[in-house]
């Protein structure tokens, strides 16, 4: 590789870490805000409601994900990037504008979830760039999962902070808590983006030399000719909604739960948040330790390892009853302090350093060998993440009706799953397939 395509390659990895960042900083302004949302009357209360907008940001990766995989063939991995940074600016803008009080006639909530849906179409976008892109410049392998693995420790940043800063910004919650108080959150997003779109139209970025494909490259097959990368579609959808599922019911539960018996936290909304983001840190450290043995061990090893760890955690966590409390030390933005959970929320948390690992994992062992469908594969798992608005919505759904940890077998389930996927699904058994 000469000089010039090393420089390239450097500049191309830095970008995608950025878009990296800012697609979880999007995506984690929906569960706080669903706090705001649950407490509205329009709402009643109900977990379910209260994570439509969360709903609505992976709904829009069903509509999104197969065009988005297309945009890559036909205008490239920079105008795609770019086009979904705009549509980013648009749908926080959209989220923005619910807080008006002079829209009188229309509902602030409803406004919030067209802007979430806009929202959701610009990160997949993002995500459709991002993955395969970092994928194929590390040559795929173990290399390429390290990339994304390097590219998560940003994303799980930037979803630590978010619902922390939401949180202190909204403090305790009331039924006359409305959507501006959030709006210095969303003046932030709407700078980043602008300021992103700036920077990327000048930065020199050429699609990856592996996996290329113009108007004119013939596709005898499709991504789902392959076993191993149906199997993994599958994995990727559920393993979204255990992602986004654990730390937004945990959320509500906190909201939910007494300290000593008797009276919601004061401060319920803030600890709720300081719990979710402390889940999405301990992700990010799980990241980044993973990225210094990603060279060594294989996604596979990983994803079995993690697996089984992250099942286990979930049942000890639904089979003690959440009355067991314990002193844990929550992230709140500038230092840790010792705070009263349940021992079920702390286990829960923990599940964060499991869930780490498993999106690189997953896509890196569900696109391996498929060289020139790469980027139709993209688009295919950038639909399948709607699993992240369905499965958090079911469990909800369970939440409401039956209790909050009965709703964690959604999440058990899942990983069980993917744990199957990992032992015996990710195989490509399909290597007789020309892929050039």
Known sequence: MS??????????IIT?????AMIAFVTNLAAPIGVVMKNDPEVGGSNMLAMLGNFMNFFAYLFMGIPAG?????????????????????????QWISGFEALEGYSDNAIYLLGAFVSGISVCLLNTVVNPMLNLIG???NRGNQLNLIGGTLNSLAGTLTPMLVGALIGEVTKSTDFVEINLVLYIAMAVFAAAFIALVFIPIRDPELGRVTSSTKFEHS????RHCTLGVIAIFLYVGVEVGIPGTLNFYIADTTEKGAGLLANAAAIGGFVAGTYWLLMLVGRLCSTFIAGKVSSKQMMIATNGIGMLLILLAIFIPKEVMTSMPLFTGKSFEMTQV???AMLLVLCGL?????WASIFNLATEGLGKYTAQASGIFMMMVVGGGVMPLVQNFIADNVGYMVSYIIPLLSMAYMFYYAMFGSKNVN??????
Request: proline share 5%; charged share 10%.
């Open 3 to 12: 000089n010039q395509q090393k420089n390239g390659s450097i500049i191309a």
């Open 16 to 20: 995608m870490m950025f878009l990296y």
């Open 70 to 94: 297309k945009m890559l063939t036909r205008i490239g991995y920079k105008k795609t990037a770019l086009l979904g940074i705009m549509v980013g600016f648009i749908g926080v803008m959209v």
């Open 139 to 141: 040559g795929g392998g």
């Open 223 to 226: 991504p789902w000719s392959f």
């Open 342 to 344: 349940p021992v079920s």
């Open 354 to 358: 499991c869930t780490s690992i498993m």
């Open 431 to 436: 290597t007789d397939i020309p892929v050039e």
